[in-house]
């Protein structure tokens, strides 16, 4: 059965698929639902009008047994940054939409009636229906309620009260097969599902062929010649698994790009009660799990569960972007404060970055006082019950930088800045100026080779090599984003060629196609090149791939500056 | 001269040691001393900046040794 696409019209409520055409074809993830957005979507719409979609694409390997393959793509016209928006996240549904032979989901149009919806989608297509009894509830209740009523299996992609409420900080939910809640985080896409008023997705696969594999024997060599590159590389087959994402801690402290009450300094006095070390023993001292997949089929294990003191579940997929806002960017050393505040953000729908960052400049503004943990959860509570302070807080870090005259705002295209200073780390401040998402560390992560030390070495502190390092590896990125494959492979792809050849053939014995690694880098470069035209005509300029001024400060321990001049970041374009 | 370990290369070590200065000694040396094989060494800094294993200290220097790592 080929593929096929669903289109969900929530003006006339109607549901109609078409065949996948051929253009379409050799794009998955991030590849296709960015094509889709340029070709079909207005640049110049309100993100939250009629003219926006929402597009949720699996990848090209999803539903298949090639391991990290489960990462969902959803794009749209972020409400926040006013750009196109790519995220990604795991959970159960990627693979759950690949198995039911749904190439991609479009959601367009505005419903008149001011009531919620739902999509149950099943083997028999899509069926819309209103929803009458889970509006306002947050995400766990949701899930409950739905696996309750429809079983264990149920995927479910669904959205909190913020993304009811449109604010642009909104993020949406997708189930894991154990209960919690992975995030397509980035740029307010839950408020785009807001604005169709779509509480819920649900998605079962159940009496499904599966997913067809063009040359299955091929597919499954390589598969496994993938998979022995990710157990053998000490990134995936140790290091992740054991201390997560927060591990980062130390290394960004003791290099000085650990940002520090919102961006001041490079190092934080309380790293070591936030690390990936004391994360690590925690955990393990309180029954959870030091190590844990957020899809089935992930080998690495970045993520974990976390328990309070009472050995009770507090939050999942913890990670060190979400850490170190609360923690160092906030001042405030207490781990278990800060599974608070994630737990509270999965539940109420917002981005764990942006609203980290946002309180960072909350705190600037003299809303709470640095290091107020007890303070942060207030008004955490505060967005999600819609108070007319939460409502501006729930708009992200600029939202709340203009509304209190604040100069020190660390976002790039309205986008907060993560976790890794880009004066004392500088090729991450490229990846963040030129990214058509705004800031975000994913879309080109040089603290790889800046700090890390993997696939080379580029001096963090110097600005020679960085534009070339930040470009290369967004071209990398787009193509690893298009797969469904999760971004941790890259450290093993990076280091192992046996392993990057085994990706190619995958995705070309799942298809039968041929592509090349030039092809690759080829659709790359064209998936980056759709997003930039889309900003470009939805009114943006060179100008706005500026990092904020304050950046010309010094930062300790280095004494850091930005110093790239316009004309050296524009040269990111030249490709 | 203090070093300081992490991650997987505290175990069974320490977390931070200060260390007796020797004129004229690298990292390396260290390592050997301290049983770890350069192939898990990812990181190295001395004072904050990145350095070789090569690296010849001063009395003063603080040097902090990552297992290779990832994360994002
Ligand atoms: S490594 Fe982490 S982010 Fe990647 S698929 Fe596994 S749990 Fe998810």
Not at chain 1, 48 to 55: A, F
Not at chain 1, 154 to 178: F, H, K, Q, W, Y
Not at chain 1, 210 to 223: N, Q, R, S, T
Request: charged content about 20%; aromatic content about 8%; overall charge neutral.
């Amino acid at each position: 059965m080929p593929d096929k696409i669903y289109r969900i019209n929530m003006t006339d409520l109607k549901v109609t698929n078409e065949e996948v055409p051929e253009q379409w074809k050799g794009l998955g993830g991030r590849g296709l639902t960015s094509t889709i957005v340029a070709q079909e979507v207005k640049p110049t719409c309100h993100p939250l009008g009629k003219y926006n979609k929402l597009v949720f694409a699996p990848g090209l390997l999803s539903g298949t047994t090639c391991a990290n393959s489960g990462r969902l793509s959803a794009g749209a016209k972020s409400p926040l940054t006013g750009g196109i928006k790519e995220c990604n996240a795991g959970g159960t549904a990627a693979a759950n939409f690949a198995r039911l032979g749904i190439k991609v989901l479009i959601i367009d149009g505005l419903p008149e009636k001011d009531t919620f919806y739902s999509l149950k989608v099943d083997k028999n297509g899509v069926t819309i229906k209103e929803e009458t009894e889970l509006g306002g509830k947050g995400n766990y209740e949701v899930v409950k309620n739905l696996t309750e009523k429809l079983g264990k299996k149920i995927g479910i992609i669904s959205m909190g009260p913020v993304g009811e409420m449109r604010l642009a900080a909104a993020n949406i939910s997708v189930r894991t097969r154990d209960d919690y809640i992975r995030s397509l985080g980035r740029g307010g896409l839950g408020a785009v599902m807001g604005s169709k008023k779509i509480k819920y997705i649900t998605i079962d696969d159940s009496d499904t062929p599966g997913v067809p594999i063009a040359d299955p024997k091929k597919f499954k060599a390589a598969g496994k010649i993938f998979a022995k590159a990710l157990a053998e590389h000490p990134v995936s087959g140790g290091a992740l698994k054991n201390y997560g994402t927060d591990v980062l801690v130390n290394i960004l402290n003791e290099a000085g790009g650990l940002p520090t009450k919102n961006f001041r300094y490079g190092k934080f006095a309380g790293h070591e009660k936030i690390s990936g070390e004391t994360m690590h023993d925690t955990i393990a001292g309180r029954s959870g799990k030091v190590s844990h997949g957020c899809h089935t089929g992930c080998v690495i294990q970045c993520s974990q569960v976390y328990n309070d003191k009472d050995q009770k579940y507090m939050t999942s997929g913890f990670e060190y972007e979400t850490i170190w806002a609360f923690g160092a960017d906030c001042c405030i050393d207490d781990l278990d404060v800060i599974a608070q505040a994630d737990h509270l953000m999965d539940d109420i729908g917002v981005d764990s970055i942006e609203t980290g960052v946002m309180i960072g400049v909350a705190m600037e503004a003299g809303i709470i006082p640095f290091g107020d943990g007890q303070g942060m959860l207030g008004l955490l509570k505060e967005i999600g019950s819609g108070t007319p302070l939460g409502r501006i807080l729930g708009c992200g870090a600029a939202a709340v930088g203009k509304a209190y005259g604040i100069t020190r705002v660390p976002v790039v295209k309205n986008q907060g800045i993560p976790a890794y200073d880009p004066r004392s780390v500088k090729g991450i401040g490229i990846t963040y100026a030129t990214s058509p998402m705004g800031a975000d560390h994913t879309a080109g992560y040089t603290i790889a080779t800046n700090i890390l030390k993997v696939g080379g070495f580029v001096d963090p502190l110097k600005k020679e090599g960085q534009i070339e390092l930040s470009r290369n590896l967004q071209i990398a990125t787009a193509f690893i984003d298009s797969t469904g494959l999760c971004i941790f492979v890259a450290f093993p792809i990076i280091d192992i060629p046996a392993g990057f050849t085994a990706m190619v053939d995958m995705v070309n014995a799942r298809f039968g196609i041929s592509l090349t690694a030039d092809d690759i880098t080829k659709l790359g470069k064209q998936i980056l090149r759709t997003e930039h035209e889309f900003n470009l005509a939805a009114g943006f300029t060179n100008k706005n791939d500026r990092l904020p001024e304050f950046f010309e400060d010094p930062v300790l321990p280095h004494n850091a500056v930005w110093d790239f001049t316009d004309e050296e970041i524009d040269s990111f374009w030249n490709f | 001269m203090k070093v300081k370990l992490f991650a997987s290369l505290r175990e069974g070590r320490f977390k931070e040691k200060e260390w007796e200065y020797v004129k004229g000694i690298t990292v390396s040396h260290i390592l050997g001393k301290l049983n770890i094989n350069k192939v898990e060494v990812g990181a190295l800094l001395v004072n904050s900046l990145h350095v070789g294993p090569d690296y010849t200290l001063q009395e003063d220097d603080i040097l902090a040794v990552f297992p290779v790592l990832g994360g994002g």
